[in-house]
């Protein structure tokens, strides 16, 4: 079946300007959860939702940054203001269910560069 | 809290040598276990994962891995590497008696497999 969709693939935005990235999950799953890997590095947690709403939210860096998850299926990881350092690739993953240790299944990621 | 280490940044294998991928964890509650796979350009794939069952993980193309307690460590094996393993890899734990959900990964150990 389909896994993990995220669009875009890339996207290249000017200092200041605000962006939407979207991720698809499989169909089905109930959680998901968006994580940031800058170059070199392994992925960093951002949050995470049960349905509609974040259960947790904790790895977001600053309130520059925002998610929203409106029918308990697709989610849009908002970000205002972009800096440079905000350059990295966005990862969106999914579980089945939200108990403890449920195997998440990534996306291809989106990679934003900001100039 | 919990932590993941992994022992070598990079890790450079004749084809049809063995693999050995070392990654050692810290965790304040019992820990879920997974190893990541990332090719160029291409999404994070689960290899195996362990959740408190079998101490010996078996996963796909051959890879294993052993859940050692004692050592806090969770290595990764292959008795033979194929030119198609070379890849980014990434230990990850995960607590499984808190309410956080989020995956923490490794550095990540870079391997080179040689004609």
């Known amino acids: 079946g389909a896994g993990v969709s995220q669009t875009p693939s890339n996207k290249v935005t000017e200092k200041g300007k605000y962006v939407e990235l979207r991720c698809d999950p499989i169909?089905?799953?109930?959680?998901l959860y968006w994580y940031r890997q800058s170059l070199g590095q392994g992925p960093e947690f951002l949050i995470y939702f049960q349905g509609t709403g974040a259960a947790d939210d904790s790895g977001l860096p600053n309130d520059r940054f925002f998610a929203v998850r409106p029918e308990g299926s697709v989610s849009t990881l908002k970000i205002q203001r972009t800096e440079r350092g905000d350059s990295a690739v966005y990862l969106c993953?999914?579980?089945?269910?939200?108990?403890?240790?449920?195997?998440?299944?990534f996306g291809p990621g989106t990679r934003l560069t900001v100039l | 809290a919990q932590s993941v280490t992994q022992l070598d940044s990079h890790v450079s294998v004749s084809e049809g040598t063995p693999v050995l991928l070392r990654c050692n964890y810290s965790s304040s509650y019992s820990p879920s276990l997974f190893w990541y796979v990332q090719h160029p350009n291409k999404g994070l794939q689960l290899l195996l994962k362990?959740?408190?069952?079998?101490?010996l993980v078996k996963g796909i193309n051959g890879f294993e891995a052993e859940f050692k307690k004692s050592e806090t460590s969770f290595h990764l094996t292959k008795p033979s590497a194929h030119m198609s393993d070379a890849a980014e890899y990434f230990c990850v734990v995960s607590s499984m008696d808190t309410g956080r959900r989020a995956l923490t990964f490794g550095s990540g150990t870079r391997l080179q497999v040689q004609p």
């Open positions: 993953a999914s579980s089945l269910t939200w108990v403890a240790g449920d195997t998440q299944y």
């Open positions: 362990y959740t408190s069952a079998a101490t």
């Open positions: 169909s089905g799953h109930t959680a």
